[in-house]
């Protein structure tokens, strides 16, 4: 290293600073989207401390020692979570740590090994996926799942509930179900307008690109009328200036109300639009709180940065 | 050899009674594969025990024939629900194997030498759809041009055929223009998708499967009617495969494709079996080559050969949209 000329060393120096400058401007750059965010419920998750399972003043989704193993790996072992009704809360964790597990198994797409949870008051446990989207929760999936042959339309209108026309027999009697269509395309059209995609309407949706099949999915999501939705990854793979677009249908739906979930890695995300972030490693949950507390707290950096060997306090 | 004579046979295969049979078949795979994306390769089973349903009934327990059709009708249902409930919540491959091994089974279970004194084992069950018959009001003849004509029992036998295959083609054209057909055309595209978003996945496939099942049914039924026959072993594993045949051939997920598909279907078998027949006699093709008695496989060879192509060059089918196509490899 000292053989080295100066000024390549100092190129380095500064090329290192750059880097260090990027990052605080990111930092900076959430920080300011936390203030900017409006917290609805902001008195009522104020003054909790992140200790995980901590119970929350109006949970819409609480949980209890729910576990999934795949042969001799636990995917799952949570004790107790709480979800803050009408709030955006972030599930965060290194790859392996269980979050779309749990995901799965609290939407009625995987089975739990041991567990209760209560959805809304009502014991949810072991019900099956689509009673579970009934009852007014609705997943995304972290592979967008767009209907490839349908079209954007008919995507949405699938997604409506209580459709008279769903029975077989008042199929084959078109007055039956045709007044309650036009009511269908209209919220349809309302929400594809809102999510930009009214222009694709009779498009198939597997002409959508990538970012247009997420929006998609979100707008039919909501076609379902849900109390509490349910995102896993929603910005995976999406270029920066949709990630915005996004984060913004994000808070929309938690400003009309519903209760946010998702999981997510990109962090300045997190920190910008969550009221609080649940971090998960190895099956559990190992921190929740505020993002504030999330961004310091030592056993989150450690599960999900690792320890640095040159960093102060760093375990040998 | 006379082109004319060939075409007018072939035109005559297009829309015989065997092809009503197999359109209404087929429509009823259109609505398993077509439109709900479930992997029935056991068709050929359904219209076994509506055939032998309506058989039974009238040969062996002396019941009228309308009830044999209702009993038809009912096994093909059971036949259905037996082969769902325990295999449609597994993943798709399931429903496959067991369709295919299910239907080889109650062949050789009606064929078997135990099952004679009902089904008449191997021989089959003769004459059940005589009242059919007596109510024919076609005057006895012969109706059409040349080759391209059929008797007043053909005619009696096509109309009931091709007036179902119209009422039936009719019924899946207002279902798959209804929500419910718009769940089963998402169930086909990602199952997982359409649970979330709140519909009973499990149920709907169900009644795609119960609804495609009763029409290969009415498929059986038909056959027995037309044919006051029904023997075991004209229900093979390979009318399956030429109902896939048929269905791709016209446009899977298009509510005439099995009917375009029919028609094309025989009037290429026919069309095959008849210029052979008729090089071979003209000393076109020499005997040393081709026997007569090859002449029945070579044409389902040919067949099979045009199936290919059009696969390669048209896998959607006649019918089908290729922009719909391409979009399923994206």
């Known amino acids: 290293m000292t053989d080295e000329p100066k000024d390549v060393q100092g190129a380095a120096d500064e090329r290192a600073e750059l880097g260090d400058s990027e990052i605080v401007e990111a930092r900076q750059l959430a920080e300011e989207a936390v203030e900017e965010t409006v917290l609805p419920d902001e008195s009522a998750l104020a003054g909790l401390t992140g200790t995980p399972g901590i119970a929350k003043p109006d949970p819409i989704l609480v949980a209890d020692g729910v576990s999934r193993a795949f042969g001799g790996l636990k995917a799952v072992d949570v004790g107790h979570l709480e979800v803050q009704r009408g709030t955006i809360t972030s599930l965060i964790g290194p790859n392996g740590a269980g979050k779309t597990t749990l995901f799965n198994v609290l939407t009625g797409f995987d089975r739990a090994d041991s567990g209760t949870w209560s959805f809304d008051g009502r014991p949810a446990a072991g019900l099956a996926a689509h009673k579970m989207a009934r009852r007014g929760m609705v997943r995304t999936f972290q592979l967008t799942k767009a209907l490839t042959r349908l079209t954007v339309l008919e995507n949405m209108k699938l997604a409506a509930v209580g459709q008279r026309g769903e029975n077989f027999f008042n199929a084959l009697v078109p007055p039956l179900w045709r007044p309650q269509e036009g009511g269908l395309e209209k919220r349809a059209l309302e929400l594809l307008d809102r999510f930009k995609l009214a222009h694709m309407r009779d498009s198939f949706a597997g002409e959508l690109s990538g970012g247009q099949r997420k929006l998609l999915e979100m707008a039919r999501a909501l076609m379902v009328g849900p109390s509490m939705v349910m995102l896993d990854e929603p910005m995976a793979g999406v270029n920066p200036a949709l990630t915005q677009s996004l984060l913004g249908h994000v808070r929309a739906l938690r400003d009309e109300g519903m209760t946010v979930l998702f999981v997510e890695h990109d962090m300045d995300v997190v920190m910008g639009i969550s009221d609080w972030v649940v971090c998960m490693a190895q099956g559990q949950v190992i921190a929740e709180g505020p993002p504030e507390q999330i961004r310091s707290n030592r056993t989150v950096i450690d599960a999900y940065l690792g320890t640095r060997y040159d960093e102060p306090g760093a375990k040998e | ?330």
């Open chain 2, 1 to 330: 050899m006379d082109i004319i004579d060939i075409l007018l046979s072939a035109l005559r295969g297009a829309f015989a009674p065997e092809a009503a049979v197999y359109a209404l078949a087929a429509i009823g795979l259109n609505v398993h594969f077509g439109y709900t994306g479930l992997l029935n390769f056991g068709q050929v089973g359904f219209m076994l025990v509506g055939a032998y349903g309506l058989a039974i009934s009238v040969s062996t327990f002396g019941w009228p024939m309308w009830v044999g059709v209702l009993v038809g009708l009912l096994c093909a249902a059971v036949l259905a629900l037996l082969l769902g409930l325990p295999t449609l919540r597994l993943r798709g491959d399931y429903l496959a194997i067991v369709t295919i091994a299910a239907a080889e089974i109650m062949r050789l279970v009606y064929r078997a030498e135990f099952a004679n004194d009902v089904t008449g084992s191997v021989y089959g069950l003769q004459q059940f759809a005589n009242p059919f018959f007596e109510l024919n009001p076609i005057p006895t003849g012969s109706y059409g041009v040349g080759r391209f004509s059929y008797s007043e029992r053909d005619l009696w036998v096509m109309l009931l055929g091709w007036t179902l295959v119209a009422v039936v083609a009719l019924m899946v054209y207002l279902l798959v223009h209804s929500p419910w057909g718009r769940v089963l055309k998402g169930i086909r595209e990602d199952e997982d998708a359409v649970r979330a978003l709140g519909k009973n996945v499990f149920g709907f496939k169900i009644q795609s499967l119960l609804i495609g099942g009763v029409i290969g049914g009415l498929a059986g039924v038909m056959f027995a009617i037309g044919f006051q026959s029904v023997q075991p072993d004209t229900f093979n594993p390979e009318i399956t495969f030429f109902l896939w045949t048929v269905l791709l051939m016209g446009g899977a997920g298009r509510v005439l494709g099995p009917i375009v598909g029919a028609w094309m279907f025989w009037f290429l078998l026919v069309l095959m079996d008849t210029s052979l027949r008729q090089a071979l006699s003209a000393g076109y093709i020499s005997d040393s080559i081709l026997s007569p008695s090859d002449i029945g496989p070579l044409r389902f060879a040919v067949v099979g050969l045009l199936l290919m192509l059009i696969m390669i060059y048209r896998p959607q089918g006649v019918l089908g949209s290729r922009r719909e196509m391409l979009l399923r490899d994206r």
